[in-house]
């Protein structure tokens, strides 16, 4: 019998919740940290008057997000286990 070893690692993901959606979209990042600050500023900064377009290119199956600033309500990170 062969014993294989896995190592447990944590993946961390961006998830925006978009305000015409149920479920969050899934995001994984270089820099999570930074880019949820970068998204809390952007949603601070949101005007009706003015919306912008954001985009990012991503690591994960989604490989390049764009939405109007306008469009985000909420921000977040999820960590997950991931076997290596």
Same mark, same amino acid.
């Given at each position: ?12 993901? /961006?998830?925006?919740?978009?305000? =015409?959606? %149920? ?5 994984? /990042? *270089? *820099? ?10 952007? $949603?601070? +900064?949101?005007? %009706? =008057? +003015?919306?912008? &377009? $954001? ?12 939405? /109007? *600033?306008?469009? $985000? =309500?909420?921000?977040? $990170?999820?960590?997950?286990?991931? &076997?290596?």
């Amino acid at each position: 019998m062969q014993h294989y070893q896995q190592q447990i690692q944590t993946r961390k993901a /961006l998830l925006i919740f978009v305000q =015409s959606m %149920n479920a969050p979209v899934v995001l994984f /990042l *270089d *820099d999570v940290e930074t880019e949820y600050k970068t998204f809390q500023q952007i $949603i601070l +900064n949101a005007s %009706n =008057s +003015n919306p912008k &377009l $954001i985009e990012r290119t991503t690591n994960g199956p989604i490989k390049k997000f764009s939405i /109007l *600033d306008t469009q $985000i =309500s909420g921000v977040a $990170i999820q960590e997950e286990p991931v &076997l290596k």
